[in-house]
């Protein structure tokens, strides 16, 4: 039952939306700008090299943490010594 309610709504998207133009020629998504997709490349390029940065960076944080753990679980606490 909910599978042919989901069905019939995508057929009535499809007629409205799957082309440019209704029957009537006018603009199926009005207002819509077409996308640049350079554009688009350029911006994910500049996200990721941002998000490889900020990964290198938590990378580091993570290996000298574990270090700092690994030099401090070798001292005894009450002494001082290795």
């Known amino acids: 039952m909910r599978y042919q309610s989901i069905v019939k709504t995508l057929k009535e998207l499809q ?9 009537n020629g006018d603009p199926s998504l009005p207002g819509l700008e077409p996308i640049n997709i350079r554009n688009v490349r350029g911006v994910i390029n500049k996200i990721s090299t941002i998000l490889n940065g900020a990964n290198a960076m938590i990378d580091e944080y993570l290996s000298i943490n574990q270090n700092f753990k690994v030099s401090f679980a070798e001292v005894d606490l009450a002494t001082g010594s290795r």
């Open 15 to 23: 007629k409205e939306y799957g082309y440019p133009e209704d029957k």
